[in-house]
């Protein structure tokens, strides 16, 4: 949660941290040499998240679909069964949560990405489900995703990817309390 002074950090572990801007970065943006590791680290990840996502966020705009809304049609496209996945299912498994599933899913619906029904052996559960088209989006884009990412990464070496990803795999474990 960011205020107008603070930046206030909430983990897992019921800790709140309140760190005043200032304290942070330099006018020009930069990290101050005075400021911990953690500190420099912290904002060095957030602005590598802004400049990254911001790219990958104009590639699909471009295509006509949010990051949130192609993590879901990714989700139902490893739907081996072709029965269709319950909400909940979805939501334990997206990159980014989202506070409304049922919306998310109205409006890939509405774009005929999608189609919900019951599930025929428990007519309280709502089953989402890959449309044609859906389908043939995700296998449109993936190639062209995958070379965006290479784009976006094309300075670092594989040893060097490797290296952050387990990094940043790492710093997620410690937060989140897993071992994974």
Known sequence: MF???????????????????????DPDGSPRRSE??????????????????ADISQFFHDRGVTPQQFNVLRILADDAE???LRCSSISER???????????LDRLERSGLVERHRDPNDRRV????????????????EAPL???F???????????LDQLTQLLKKARRAEEGTEE
């Open 94 to 104: 997206l990159i980014n949560r989202v506070p409304d599933i049922t919306r998310l």
């Open 150 to 160: 290479h784009a976006l990464f094309d300075h670092l070496d594989e040893d060097e």
């Open 36 to 53: 911990s590791a953690p500190a420099r680290a912290y904002l060095a990840l957030v602005r590598a998240f802004e400049a990254l996502s």
């Open 3 to 25: 205020v107008d002074t603070n930046i206030v950090c909430h983990n897992t572990k019921g800790c709140v941290t309140s760190v005043p801007k200032p304290l942070l970065a």
């Open 146 to 148: 995958d070379e965006a």
């Open 126 to 141: 709502v089953r989402a489900a890959l449309t044609s088209e859906g389908h043939a989006l995700v296998e449109r884009m």
């Open 82 to 84: 072709g029965a269709g």
